[in-house]
């Protein structure tokens, strides 16, 4: 049977329900109790009727029996059973035989035990508060295209339950993200989205036109320079949860709207900011994930400080067997030509050991690593670094060979940056179009004087994916960006039973399945 038929039946019975005289989609209903609380009465409930209760939720199973049947109802906190009897309903058991699955339902009864050991709602009166004109999807997990459900994810969230543990625990992530910096007085706050010049990280943004003001405006790429200026100010550790904007490509690891936390701290340096992310961070992973050692992806991950440190430099050097402290372009260039190594047009020799550390390097990082020594070309914010030459003051972190959060002693030498700027410049005249843009009001800024400060920006999305256990950066974002065809099709394919008929008398819904943040480069 067709979806189109499948859906036609449902609204014959919508206006079955109207000739009953109930309106089909309520105003309100009130509930007290969730199915949680219900099922945790436990030994308390036995066969005998027991509390009453209201619920309300939507149908995932019906089995019908003659004058009796059976469903559950799924509520934001589970499952429960309940149990239509006509002699209890009465004239209202005709309402019973007119719900679908995956109906929206206000039920009241006692509570009781079925013979089965279930604890089960006795339905003794019913409201229909919404009717579903789409059958549930019978074969959402086994879906050809996983991105369907990426899509759909209003109905990924009521098929797949585990995906709504994801999205819980990326909110105790963020809550404990937030606790800890409020504990160390730092001051929430909010920069724009919309910026007239983009900068603070190396990549391409999306441009968009404000009419009123007849300019060109940019999505941020970052808020970093806007944090810097609140410095400046004299808001001395601020912090920011920030949607950001990068208009680059995707994988598994990046989705062009992804979700950064910059935090900067006056009077510190990166040493200070150091010791805190390890401190911050390993707290908020054991306060989402409940522990601080479990796997991902089957591998082992610890997150129990000290986490190593590592210098970039040095690292490079051993995987390639050869002195690369010089950071000579020509041997660079040599090293990562002769392994094949894609480098984008234009950089120079930081942006090669970059591109030998990311292919050589990155991928081992399985346990949670400080790297440190970075070039000075790849960070124009940085100060210099106080005891190795020709790099700066820079930390990343990284995890199961992802990049997890970036760092600096901020550059707060008005002349020292205005320098950096204009050196980005010449990188992007020769073609590296993610080099940065001089930002004449972020130096003016700086020419009132910024204390010297530390700063750490975290990829939320990614460390999200981490104590989630999910593969792609689209597991942990509600509403990845996809191309709007994909899957379309599909979807209404695999909406269908196995039997081809519609999902509202005998039949029910399978038990659930088990089932990018861009990169934090300041």
């Known amino acids: 049977m067709s979806l189109e038929e499948l859906i036609r039946q449902r609204r014959e019975k919508l206006e079955q329900w109207r000739a009953l005289g109930v309106a089909p989609y309520a105003y309100r209903y009130e509930v007290t109790h969730r199915a949680a609380d219900a099922l945790a009465r436990g030994e308390a409930i036995t066969e005998a009727a027991g509390e009453r209760v209201r619920l309300a939720g939507r149908l995932m199973t019906l089995r019908g029996h003659g004058k009796a049947g059976f469903a559950h109802l799924l509520d934001g906190s589970g499952r429960i059973q309940l149990y239509f009897r006509a002699d209890q309903l009465g004239e209202a058991f005709r309402r019973y035989e007119l719900l679908d699955v995956g109906d929206w339902v206000g039920v009241e009864g006692p509570l009781f035990r079925t013979r089965t050991g279930e604890i089960t709602v006795r339905v003794e009166a019913l409201e229909l508060l919404a009717k579903s004109m789409r059958p549930l999807p019978e074969k959402w997990h086994g879906l ?98 920030s949607r950001d904007f990068r208009n680059e490509g995707m994988d598994r690891s990046h989705n062009p709207e992804f979700t950064m936390l910059e935090f900067y701290r006056a009077f510190a340096d990166l040493g200070d900011m150091l010791t805190f992310t390890e401190s911050l961070v390993s707290r908020a992973v054991e306060r989402a994930r409940g522990a601080s050692r479990f796997e991902y992806q089957g591998q082992p991950l610890d997150w129990t400080p000290p986490w190593p440190r590592l210098s970039m430099i040095d690292a490079v050097s051993e995987k390639v067997g050869e002195d690369v402290r010089a950071l000579d372009v020509g041997v660079l260039g040599r090293l990562t030509a002769a392994r094949g190594i894609a480098t984008r047009p234009g950089i120079g020799a930081g942006g090669l050991l970059d591109a ?154 399978p038990a659930p399945a088990r089932g990018s943040t861009g990169t934090p480069s300041r």
Not at 150 to 174: C, G, I, K, P, S
Not at 427 to 443: K, M, P, S
Not at 474 to 485: N, S
Not at 493 to 502: F, R
């Open 144 to 241: 050809k295209d996983p991105e369907t459900r990426f899509r759909q994810r209003y109905a990924d969230l009521f098929m797949n339950l585990e995906v709504r543990e994801t999205f819980r625990r990326r909110a105790r992530l963020t809550a404990a993200l937030r606790e800890g910096l409020d504990a160390e007085g730092y001051l929430e706050v909010e920069t724009p989205v919309l910026q007239p010049l983009y900068g603070g990280a190396f990549a391409r943004p999306f441009v968009t036109r404000h009419h009123a003001l007849d300019m060109d405006l940019y999505l941020r790429i970052s808020n970093e320079l806007y944090l810097k200026r609140l410095l400046v100010g004299g808001l001395e550790r601020v912090y920011e949860f």
């Open 356 to 509: 030998l550390f990311s292919d050589l390097v990155q991928p081992g990082l399985q346990k949670p690593t400080f790297v440190l020594d970075y070039p000075a070309e790849l960070s124009p914010l940085a100060r210099a670094s106080r005891t190795r030459p020709g790099t700066v003051e820079r930390f990343e972190l990284f995890a199961a060979g992802m990049e997890l959060a970036n760092a600096f002693s901020e550059q707060n030498d008005p002349e020292a940056q205005r320098r950096a700027f204009e050196d980005q410049m010449a990188l992007r005249a020769r073609g590296d179009e993610e080099a940065q843009i001089l930002d004449h009001d972020y130096v003016r800024a700086l020419e009132y004087g910024m204390p010297p400060a530390g700063g750490v920006g975290i990829g939320v999305d990614r460390l999200c994916m981490l104590v989630s256990d999910a593969r792609s950066i689209r597991e942990v974002i509600l509403f990845p960006q996809l191309r709007p065809e994909e899957g379309r099709s599909e979807l209404d394919e695999d909406s269908l039973p196995p039997d081809g008929h519609a999902a509202g008398g005998p039949g029910s819904v």
